[in-house]
């Protein structure tokens, strides 16, 4: 849902801003998920489309009651097909070739990270929104940065007046989930106050064009909860930007005496776009009570470690 408050920003330039609209065509929409297996699925959840101009990156921009305004189209898809009409606000455009970009946030099917947040790309009519991003959100007063949205893209031409919306929408973000228990899944120690997760090397913005990573590395952070019964502490999956190269994943269990276990190692492989990965770690003896349209998305292409947890001094 976080692609709802994108800015628009408006900017002077020399197209025409009143057109006759007796001459204005707001397409229908059909729209599914590309699995990893060559299947796919309908589309539900959030979607904005940007008409840029035939073969470009150039925003051509949206009309609204009429006139050009930069205020892109924004649906609730449900099943691939419009949903909820009263508050969609559908592309209305000329007849003509455009090249839609399509960014989307699907309904989550499992638990995900509930604070996630993101830096908006801005919308100017005739900007080129090759030179756009989207960006991770920095913490406050500190160098770490908050988990994304599960966010999916496509591009796709659209001849406008004979075309409706379609495309094959690709998840352009990793997930991760953790999981630390007791190697002899045992209760775990009453000992630990709070458990946090960095993950190093993530590229800090998504092309807005392209989809792409790009931008300086970053870290991001997010706590574990710890299950009702105690066994384990666990994330909903957090969604991350790709990473750039293989990430370390790094561990800090603060103790309530005030002290701070800290734990690091680097993951076997990179975090890439729609691979989803479970990390599952198995505390040793340390924390003893005395040491205290068409549219299309992919499914995950999951992927499973294990780490054990050595002595931590």
């Not at 397409?27 to 990893?36: D, E, W």
């Not at 009409?85 to 559908?90: K, V």
């Not at 160098?143 to 599960?150: A, E, K, L, R």
Request: aromatic residues 10%; glycine residues 6%; proline residues 5%.
């Amino acid at each position: 849902m976080g692609l709802a408050a994108l800015i628009a920003s408006c900017s002077d330039d020399d197209r025409n801003n009143d057109t006759d609209n007796q001459h204005l065509v707001s397409p229908s929409m059909a729209v599914s998920i590309s699995n990893t297996d060559g299947r796919q699925s309908p589309f539900t959840g959030i979607l904005t489309i940007m008409p840029c101009d035939a073969n470009s990156s150039i925003y051509y921009g949206n009309y609204v009651k009429g006139k050009l305004s930069p205020f892109y189209g924004y649906y609730r898809v449900k099943d691939g097909s419009f949903h909820d009409n009263s508050i969609n606000r559908e592309i209305s455009l000329p007849i003509g070739t455009y090249n839609m970009i399509y960014w989307g946030t699907p309904q989550y099917q499992t638990p995900i990270y509930a604070h996630p947040a993101i830096k908006e790309a801005a919308h100017s009519i005739g900007a080129d929104i090759s030179k756009q991003s989207l960006g991770l959100f920095r913490i406050s007063a500190d160098t770490i940065y908050y988990p994304v949205f599960d966010l999916v893209y496509a591009t796709q031409p659209v001849n406008i007046g004979s075309e409706s919306l379609s495309g094959s929408l690709k998840r352009v973000v990793a997930g991760i989930k953790v999981v630390l228990k007791d190697k002899d899944n045992a209760v775990l120690s009453s000992s630990i106050d709070s458990v946090s997760v960095r993950i190093t090397n993530i590229y800090s913005e998504l092309n807005y064009y392209t989809g792409k990573p790009q931008g300086t590395p970053r870290t991001i952070a997010f706590p574990l909860i710890r299950s009702n019964d105690g066994t384990q502490m666990s994330n909903s999956t957090v969604m991350l930007f790709p990473s750039a190269g293989k990430p370390e994943f790094q561990l800090a269990i603060i103790l309530k005496n005030g002290n701070v276990k800290s734990f690091r190692q680097a993951l076997s492989s990179p975090l890439d776009a729609n691979a989803k990965l479970t990390l599952t770690l198995s505390l040793g003896d340390i924390f003893s009570e005395e040491s205290s349209g068409d549219f299309t998305i992919d499914d995950w292409n999951e992927k499973n470690e294990n780490i054990d947890i050595p002595i931590i001094e």
